[in-house]
């Protein structure tokens, strides 16, 4: 088998023949995203090392950036030192870049926006999907990933607050632990490393916000998508079900 | 028959297919509920006097293709198609400069009833 790039016979680079599941190009982490991270796109690995850096991160002592790959990455000769009290002491604040949200407890809503009343094709997969993480003492943390310059940052990836003056047309939201929050944002630490990758890691907006809303509620909204669905129509669908039939 | 049959489904796959594609490059119009415009702005004394729109469509994953205006009456119709992104056509922002000289008192999205600016 070869990749349909190729020119000629050669292996498909990141895949195993014996694991067919290697093979499936819209499964995130072959569907093990609470064990695994995805870092460049290509191919999961153990979530610890990704894990450190953005605890790193979310105690201060290594700035994040996406652009700035080299500081995101763990030092493989560094012990990995969880600092839990830091974390959990984050103060809110209103972020001014890409950067992930604190771990404190509040409420996640995952949003979609379609355009249910035209039959255009572009309909079915136009829309947007994203995240939206409101802290108890009332800070708000938007989150949406992008292949097109539309976000605040005007980057591929993910972009944070520019859903801000948006209406979602369907949402689902719960109120979160501490605890959660943490896995929520070292998920969007870790989306946000991948840089413009993150578009096609968990592809598209709506399989960006299906998985986080996974990894941080435990709820798959669409277990036939594996989590990750692949529209935002699809994902309004799943979240009206999920709602019990209301948006 | 069988043969007919066949090709009969081959033309109708085929011609949906191309109909898909027709849309997805050329673009399909965008709902006013799927647009944003960020700025709309008077220019009265520019030569001729303008309006300049800037907008965005709310889609992540479909880029502008295109942006036209036509007239009707007094007013100025525009129009913003979407299409699939691809290399060279990737931003879902947009803008355009809409002349309002010669008896122009409204620009509107799509119809008259969505009027963006007034005189």
Redo the contacts between chains.
């Keep these: 088998m070869s990749p349909d790039w190729s020119a000629k016979v050669m292996p498909v680079p990141y895949a195993k023949m014996a694991d067919p599941e290697s093979l499936n190009l819209y499964a995130y982490v072959r569907n093990s995203p609470l064990s695994t991270v995805d870092s460049d796109g290509h191919m999961g690995s153990a979530a610890e090392a990704t894990a450190q850096a953005t605890e790193d991160w979310v105690s201060g002592s290594t700035p994040v950036r996406w652009d700035d790959d080299k500081k995101a990455k763990p030092d493989d000769d560094q012990e990995a030192q969880p600092n839990e009290e830091s974390i959990n002491s984050v103060t809110p604040r209103t972020s001014k870049g890409i950067e992930p949200p604190p771990a404190v407890p509040g409420i996640l809503v995952i949003n979609t926006v379609v355009d249910s009343s035209s039959s255009d094709p572009s309909s079915a997969v136009g829309g947007h999907a994203w995240l939206e993480f409101t802290t108890d003492d009332g800070v708000t943390y938007p989150y949406g990933t992008y292949g097109n310059d539309n976000g605040a940052q005007h980057v591929h990836g993910v972009n944070e607050d520019s859903e801000l003056p948006l209406s979602s047309t369907a949402n689902r939201s719960e109120h979160i632990s501490a605890d959660q929050a943490r896995h929520l944002s070292l998920y969007i630490a870790d989306m946000i490393r991948q840089g413009p990758g993150a578009w096609s890691a968990a592809w598209p907006c709506s399989g960006f916000a299906a998985v986080g809303w996974n990894l941080t509620t435990g709820e798959n909204l669409d277990p036939s998508y594996h989590g990750i669905l692949n529209s935002p129509t699809n994902l309004q669908g799943a979240i009206v079900n999920a709602n019990g039939g209301t948006n | 028959m069988v043969k007919s049959l066949l090709i009969g489904c081959v033309g109708v796959l085929l011609t949906a297919a191309c ?2 594609a027709f ?2 490059e050329y ?3 965008v ?1 006013k ?2 647009l ?1 415009f960020t700025e709309v702005t008077d220019h009265p004394t520019s030569q001729p006097p303008i309006v300049r729109i800037d907008g ?8 502008v293709s295109s942006v036209s205006q036509r007239r009707r009456g007094n007013c100025v119709i525009i129009l913003v198609r ?4 691809r290399p060279g056509r ?4 947009f803008h355009i400069d809409v002349d309002v000289s010669n008896g122009i008192t409204a620009i509107a999205y799509r119809d008259t009833d969505n009027i963006i600016w007034r005189r």
Aim: no cysteine.
């Design positions: 109909v898909v849309f997805f673009g399909s119009p709902s509920e799927m944003r965005s469509i709310i889609s992540s994953s479909l880029a979407q299409g699939i992104i990737e931003s879902g922002r």
